[in-house]
């Protein structure tokens, strides 16, 4: 049997006792030998080899092609084909989870398994397909250019979770897809902690010379505040040049032209201006600093509005009290916020209108009423303590924590080889989003600072907080959070309908 590939055990459940040290030697002893894969059963345990392995070639898709998951060596190949196959033979949507902490290498295999189903499908070479599979394969760099940033611990870190639905034909084609985008860790947008750096996108803008005159740019991260806090402007294996003409391709091959392009860059530009504009105590009041004026202007050409708009969005609120709806000035300090909130809900936007595209890219055709099969891939953003953790991270923390709970009770029920199930400590019951978990305190700047109840089956279900709602954002317009629970919720119902545990 290829489990035992004569460097420890293939299968930790085949070690002989299962205990912490043993299971950590098992990994070093298969590591250190080049064999960064080993199972629990179905999951598979990857370690980041941090270099390129000569193991994703062709040679090796065909050697998992249409396989056993037992009958080869450990890995992630082997998942992507199981997947494939229950889906291909027994019609069955199937779904794979990735978890892990940052920098684990989530985002890498989740690409992995991209490129070998690309590898294993459209053996006809239909056209349209190969237009999906080139679609689905080149919106990644696209999603990572302005949902990754470089942190301390990966340079290139997702900062949003990511949920793929591939949708196949009844041959086994990929014929479509949709993406599920949440939790993007807005907070970055306007502060970055010591050596770390905003979304690659705002490099990527200021690297391009031929950007920089049109949009009132200079090429130096320095020059701006939403992208001089970190105090790095490079990462190491990141090519931010390069990067930018990738991406511009990439949007040309989801099908954007050339001014909703050029818009999208505005739109970026028009957020680096906005960080350097200043505010000063005007009275009780807040005025735009003079030496922001002509930072207020070129937002107002990038963003397509009055620059007069911009100074009142950003100087006054509108409450709505008693039916009426009245102007109050702000305080600087409160303007300050106000420019914050008003920077991260246009990258928000944008980057939500961004998936929308890609989504539109890659919506299947129609089946004449046939629903096909898909196989979801779930790249969640990892665990991470920092010094000061956004809010964001906080919410994310958690959703891997659910996660991994989550998954702990979907392993629970099924049979160990040696025939000791494992027990079960928490078994999600059918309550749904009603039930309540922890109490949290969202920082000033963030949902308007108030206490979220945390629910206890639903990681995202505190953004359907009505507080929420019910606070005075200084904002003419909050963005709308929506259903974006919606993916994990999905996901929790369907495993626990195959799990008989509701119904
Ligand atoms: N299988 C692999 N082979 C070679 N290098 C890898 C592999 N997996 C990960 N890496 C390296 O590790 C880096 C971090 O991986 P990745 O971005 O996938 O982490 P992540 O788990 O998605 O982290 P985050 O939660 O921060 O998004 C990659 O940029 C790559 O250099
Ligand atoms: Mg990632």
């Not at 950590?24 to 941090?50: M, Q």
């Not at 803008?205 to 970190?230: C, E, H, M, V, W």
């Not at 919506?363 to 891939?377: L, Q, S, W």
Request: glycine residues 8%.
């Amino acid at each position: 049997m290829a489990l035992h590939d004569n460097v420890g055990v293939g299968d930790f459940v085949l070690l002989d006792r299962i205990t912490k040290d043993s299971f950590i030697d098992n990994l070093e002893k298969r590591f250190k030998a080049g064999r960064i894969y080993t199972y629990i059963g179905e999951v598979c345990v990857s370690v980041n080899p941090y270099r390129q392995m000569p193991i994703y070639g062709q040679d090796k898709v065909n050697e998992y092609k249409g396989r056993e998951l037992f009958e080869r060596a450990p890995h992630i190949f082997a998942i992507a084909d199981s997947a494939y196959r229950s889906m291909r033979t027994q019609g069955k949507d199937t779904c794979i989870m990735i978890s892990g902490e940052s920098g684990a290498g989530k985002t890498e295999a989740s690409k992995i398994i991209m490129r070998y189903i690309a590898a294993v499908t459209n053996v006809n070479g239909h056209q349209e397909v190969e237009r999906v599979k080139n679609v689905l394969i080149q919106s990644n760099c696209v999603l990572e250019a302005f949902g990754n940033a470089a942190t301390c611990r990966n340079n290139n870190s997702s900062r949003f979770g990511k949920y793929m639905d591939i949708q196949f034909d009844w041959k086994g084609d990929p014929i479509g897809g949709q993406i599920e985008n949440y939790l993007l860790e807005k907070s970055r947008v306007v502060q970055q902690q010591k050596n770390e750096r905003n979304f690659h996108a705002f490099y990527q803008l200021i690297s391009d010379d031929g950007q920089l005159r049109q949009r009132d740019l200079q090429k130096s991260p320095g020059a701006y505040f939403y992208t001089n806090q970190g105090g790095v402007s490079k990462a190491d294996g990141i090519n931010d040049k390069n990067d930018y003409n990738t991406v511009n391709s990439a949007l040309k091959l989801l099908g954007l032209h050339d001014a909703e392009i050029n818009t999208a860059w505005d739109l970026v530009a028009g957020i680096l201006h906005l960080g350097n504009v200043t505010l000063s105590a005007d009275g009780e009041g807040a005025k735009i600093a003079h030496s922001s004026r002509s930072s207020v202007e070129a937002v107002a050409k990038l963003l397509q509005i009055k620059s007069s708009e911009i100074t009142k969005a950003l100087c006054e609120r509108a409450i709505a009290a008693g039916g009426n709806v009245v102007q109050k000035t702000l305080t600087s300090g409160q303007a300050m916020y106000a420019k914050d909130a008003l920077a991260k809900a246009v990258y928000e936007r944008l980057f939500n209108w961004l998936v929308q595209r890609i989504n539109e890219a890659i919506k299947p055709g129609d089946m004449n009423g046939y629903k096909g099969t898909v196989i979801g891939v779930l790249d969640i953003y990892g665990f991470e303590i920092l010094d000061t953790n956004s809010f964001e991270q906080c919410c994310i923390n958690y959703c891997n924590e659910k996660l991994q709970q989550l998954f702990i009770a979907l392993r629970g029920p099924q049979e160990l080889a040696h025939g000791r199930p494992i027990p079960i400590t928490t078994v999600p019951g059918t309550e749904e989003l009603n039930d309540t978990g922890p109490e949290i305190q969202a920082p000033p700047d963030e949902l308007g600072g108030g206490r979220y109840q945390l629910s206890t089956n639903n990681p995202f279900a505190i953004f359907e907080n009505p507080e929420y709602h019910a606070n005075e954002i200084p904002f003419p317009n909050p963005p709308s959070w929506g259903p974006v629970s919606s993916v994990v919720t999905k996901m929790m119902r369907w495993i626990k309908l195959k799990l008989g545990w509701s119904s």
